[in-house]
């Protein structure tokens, strides 16, 4: 507990007497917020844990200990294993793209433009409006008879005639064709966390020295030559930063697939917060619910993990 | 040659935006249009879907506001967005304030492990939780998401307002200490005037995100007049299979602007909190 000295020497004696008092104090002015994380998050947790090892249900909630039964069972069952899988799959793809995009968007708003307070009011909107609502949004768009893109596929002849590209129906049913139904639930992915990223990136690409960039051009470097070499070793932490942020934001994700399909068509786009709400809410079996929910875990312990490292870089830096 | 070659690069610039605006805000568009169309116009299928084939009518509006529960969402959500508000400030404040002051090593590592927990998701905490708040009686009753919701506000608004205490030197308050203050008078009178702003993020945070929630008001609440926002307009506006989709594309639209205008203001002190402040 080294302090360091004050250097009003009139200050140093009052300290000492003050210190035990202050200590006391700032356990009191901390302990609230402990004592509710360890409440309702802390507990919780464990809750969840002892759930999912045993045969609790809505109906007869009380812990009876029934051991590995439930990840057996998932793990046996199709759907959680497609669930698991959809998991992945979206979560990966949607942020390769998110990460690609997002360092584009950025370098572009690193500019200087007319209008760009409105400019990024707009690109800021999938993020800074309730993702509920947006995702509405979309669903109106995906709709199966009045989709804007059907009409514009339709309008250039792709599609609703004879031997049309995309076939001679007049429309693609977004969300009840499963090859679709993915596709959509990722590009919504993509677009919820694409503000996000782009905001994270642009904060790394601001925070890199002008003059360092300055010196390599007076040195002759190409601008790709300076990007290779200074830009992207400068910010990979922070990119890793906004990759990892939005892994854990997708990868938990409940609005976008419930309310685009709810999971559908025949599961095929459902994930594994979805089927925990399906199986554990509205099936009423809780200790499945836990047990398939606490599949994430692992994931996410290691993107804790991994932030907390790329953070301790970018201080470096 | 130089002047060409600038003038490209602008209009490259401004493809560029131009196409990612229209990725993230047409679905919004889309929603302003759905809004003001008549029902007629909406579901025609030759109508040209872009623009006003038919004059632009308030009736969606009109039936949103009069004919179903909307104005007793947003008033839920604002209800609940402000008890949150304040009992994340309660908490998170005095929280904050000791960690960044008093805390050397196990302060930092605490304040870590405080942030951690946002990371853990409400897909894991909501059975248990919904168990809990049956437990307590608080079934369909807001004062459950009033409960819960700081599960998220609190981990994340003092980690963030640990941020912006640690910018305030020191000095300050230690010479309003010698000028006769308390540790405690230092702290109310000079160090939170100063803090303005970053308290001011907190409550921004700490409301939009309670409306943004939905998994939880999802779980507890099933009677339609205790629904907030976020699960108000896309589980009741639809009407059996039938949607409605004037009012429900109004309802997304009238609840989503007001709060995305101030959420952008804010945005940059908000990423500043996830790269863990590295970056300045």
């Known amino acids: 507990m080294s302090r360091p000295t004050v250097s009003d020497p009139a200050v140093d004696g009052a300290h000492a007497g003050i210190r035990d008092r202050e200590g006391a104090l700032a356990k009191l002015m901390i302990a609230p917020a402990i004592l509710y994380i360890v409440a309702m998050i802390g507990v919780p947790f464990v809750l969840s844990i002892l759930y999912s090892l045993s045969d609790a249900t809505t109906g007869d909630p009380s812990i009876r200990i029934v051991g590995l039964r439930n990840f057996a069972a998932a793990l046996k069952d199709p759907v959680f294993r497609l669930s698991l899988w959809n998991t992945v799959l979206f979560t990966l793809v949607s942020q390769c793209f998110v990460v690609l995009l997002s360092r584009l968007l950025a370098t572009a708003l690193l500019k200087q433009f007319r209008g760009k307070w409105i400019v990024r009011f707009l690109i800021m909107l999938p993020w800074t409006a309730p993702i509920s609502l947006g995702t509405i949004g979309w669903l109106w768009m995906f709709d199966s008879i009045f989709s804007p893109i059907d009409w514009v596929l339709r309008y250039v002849g792709l599609l609703g005639a004879p031997g049309a590209l995309l076939g001679a129906g007049t429309n693609l049913y977004y969300l009840g064709i499963p090859g679709l139904a993915i596709s959509s639930v990722i590009l919504v992915d993509i677009w919820r966390i694409l503000p996000l990223a782009t905001v994270i990136q642009l904060a790394g690409l601001s925070s890199i020295p002008r003059d360092l960039l300055e010196a390599a051009e007076v040195d002759g470097a190409t601008p790709w030559r300076r990007t290779l070499m200074i830009t992207i070793p400068l910010t990979l932490p922070i990119t890793s930063i906004a990759f990892l942020f939005g892994v854990v934001f997708t990868f938990t994700d409940l609005v976008v697939v419930y309310v685009l399909t709810r999971g559908g068509p025949v599961n095929t786009t459902q994930v594994l917060s979805t089927w925990t709400f399906f199986r554990g809410i509205e099936g009423g079996n809780l200790a499945e619910g836990a047990a398939i929910s606490l599949f994430m875990f692992p994931l996410l312990a290691a993107v804790a993990f991994l932030i907390l490292r790329a953070a301790r870089r970018t201080e470096v830096v | 040659m130089p002047n060409a070659r600038k003038i490209a690069g602008r209009g490259g610039l401004y493809t560029l935006l131009g196409m990612f605006v229209f990725f993230s805000a047409?679905?919004?568009?889309?929603?302003?249009?759905?809004?003001?169309?008549?029902?007629?116009?909406?579901?025609?299928?030759?109508?040209?879907?872009?623009?006003?084939?038919?004059?632009?009518?308030?009736?969606?509006?009109?039936?949103?506001?009069?004919?179903?529960?909307?104005?007793?969402?947003?008033?839920?959500?604002?209800?609940?967005?402000?008890?949150?508000?304040?009992i994340t400030l309660i908490v998170a404040v005095p929280a904050a304030y000791a960690l960044a002051r008093w805390?050397?090593?196990?302060?930092?590592?605490?304040?870590?492990?405080?942030?951690?927990?946002?990371?853990?998701?409400?897909?894991?905490?909501?059975?248990?939780?919904?168990?809990?708040?049956?437990?307590?009686?608080?079934?369909?009753?807001?004062?459950?998401?009033?409960?819960?919701?700081?599960?998220?506000?609190?981990?994340?608004?003092?980690?963030?307002?640990?941020?912006?205490?640690?910018?305030?030197?020191?000095?300050?308050?230690?010479?309003?200490?010698?000028?006769?203050?308390?540790?405690?008078?230092?702290?109310?009178?000079?160090?939170?005037?100063?803090?303005?702003?970053?308290?001011?993020?907190?409550?921004?945070?700490?409301?939009?995100?309670?409306?943004?929630?939905?998994?939880?008001?999802?779980?507890?609440?099933?009677?339609?007049?205790?629904?907030?926002?976020?699960?108000?307009?896309?589980?009741?506006?639809v009407r059996g299979d039938v949607f409605q989709w004037g009012p429900l594309m109004a309802g997304a639209l009238v609840a989503s602007l007001p709060v995305a205008i101030v959420y952008t203001f804010f945005l940059d002190r908000f990423v500043a909190g996830f790269t863990m402040g590295a970056v300045k």
């Open chain 2, 26 to 86: 047409f679905p919004f568009y889309w929603m302003v249009i759905a809004t003001f169309k008549t029902d007629h116009d909406l579901f025609t299928p030759l109508n040209n879907p872009f623009l006003f084939n038919e004059p632009a009518t308030l009736d969606h509006l009109k039936l949103l506001f009069f004919d179903t529960h909307y104005l007793t969402y947003l008033w839920n959500t604002l209800a609940v967005g402000l008890v949150v508000v304040v």
């Open chain 2, 103 to 237: 805390a050397r090593g196990w302060g930092e590592m605490l304040g870590i492990g405080i942030f951690l927990t946002y990371l853990v998701p409400p897909t894991i905490l909501f059975i248990p939780l919904a168990r809990f708040t049956a437990f307590l009686g608080l079934q369909e009753s807001l004062w459950s998401l009033i409960l819960v919701y700081p599960t998220f506000t609190i981990p994340f608004c003092t980690w963030l307002l640990m941020g912006f205490f640690k910018t305030i030197p020191k000095d300050i308050e230690e010479q309003a200490m010698i000028d006769g203050l308390s540790r405690f008078g230092a702290m109310w009178k000079v160090v939170l005037p100063l803090s303005i702003s970053g308290v001011l993020t907190v409550v921004v945070f700490a409301f939009t995100l309670s409306m943004h929630e939905f998994i939880y008001a999802l779980t507890f609440i099933s009677v339609s007049v205790k629904k907030t926002v976020s699960i108000g307009v896309p589980e009741e506006l």
